[in-house]
């Protein structure tokens, strides 16, 4: 038995995983996949790679693409969501701010640096002609350091996933202005370079097995239903964020990986672009 970490975060797009790995279908090849939940996101998941604490990370497209240009020696393997992350702009529920205009000069919650909510605060920037270079961020790790952010006035909005953050507004703790879209697919699947010239078949073989299963996900009867128990969401949030939502089986293809790029060193994320081959390894 051939036993290989990944990471992820603790949210619905990852249930296709838990569902592998508790049917035993990795272990029928002789794989065992240790998931470990990371709730502090991309960022921390960049440095659980570059540590080797992870062989795998399931991971926001633009946050790996920074860190292997920044020297994380990990390759993207695979596209594992296609569709866009959309990104709520939260502010606490008894603000002032009513649009995403009165956030201008104002400071973002973010996780981490690095992470997804650092980076999509700057694309959010960009889009509204703010001058991206004097924002400042208040750093609190998880949502609830968002919540507590804030609440007292640390920091003014946070961007996270639209759905896993609608219990906060519907609970009266966050209020939502605006959504953010990412402009190209949210989730990757990133492996370290190590693991991937040790064991290709293994990591192919993972692949084979997710697909599979992501595939048919949405034709698996009462998903919602499950989804919905397991991650504390209304029914009808959960039947939308499916209708959205388009898991991928197909590695990331290099007019969209120019994009990411060009847009990351537009907005100085990146000081330098990776070459096709530096980011992506084609198994």
């Not at 051939?2 to 272990?27: D, Q, R, S, Y």
């Not at 991937?196 to 299963?213: R, Y």
């Not at 007019?255 to 990146?270: D, S």
Request: glycine residues 6%; contains cysteine; negative net charge.
């Amino acid at each position: 038995m051939k036993t290989i970490k990944i990471a992820g975060v603790p949210e619905h797009f990852n249930l296709p995983w838990h569902m592998c790995i508790e049917n035993g279908e990795f272990e029928e090849v002789g794989i065992n996949l240790e998931w470990t939940d990371v709730p502090e996101g991309t960022g921390k998941m960049c440095q659980m790679l570059r540590d080797g604490e992870t062989d795998m990370a399931v991971i926001l497209t633009e946050g790996i693409v920074k860190d292997i240009n920044a020297g994380n020696d990990s390759k993207i393997v695979q596209v594992y969501v296609q569709s866009p992350l959309i990104w709520g702009i939260h502010v606490d529920a008894k603000s002032k701010y009513k649009e995403v205009a009165d956030l201008k000069d104002k400071k973002p919650a973010i996780s981490r640096m690095g992470s997804g909510s650092h980076l999509m605060s700057i694309v959010n920037a960009q889009n509204q002609n703010w001058d991206t270079s004097t924002l400042q961020f208040e750093i609190v790790n998880t949502i609830d350091g968002a919540v507590e952010a804030l609440s007292n006035g640390k920091a003014d909005y946070f961007m996270w996933e639209r759905f896993m953050t609608k219990p906060l507004v519907d609970k009266g703790i966050f209020r939502r202005i605006a959504d953010c879209p990412t402009p190209w697919p949210c989730f990757v699947i990133a492996v370290r370079n190590e693991v991937l010239e040790k064991h290709p078949n293994t990591i192919a073989q993972i692949l084979e097995i997710i697909n599979m299963t992501t595939e048919e996900f949405k034709m698996i009867p009462s998903i919602d239903r499950t989804l919905a128990s397991k991650y504390n969401q209304k029914i009808e949030d959960i039947q939308e964020w499916l209708a959205l939502t388009h898991w991928s089986q197909k590695n990331l293809d290099e007019k969209v990986l120019n994009k990411i790029q060009n847009q990351l060193f537009e907005l100085k994320i990146i000081d330098k672009k990776g070459t096709f081959a530096e980011i992506v390894n084609s198994l």
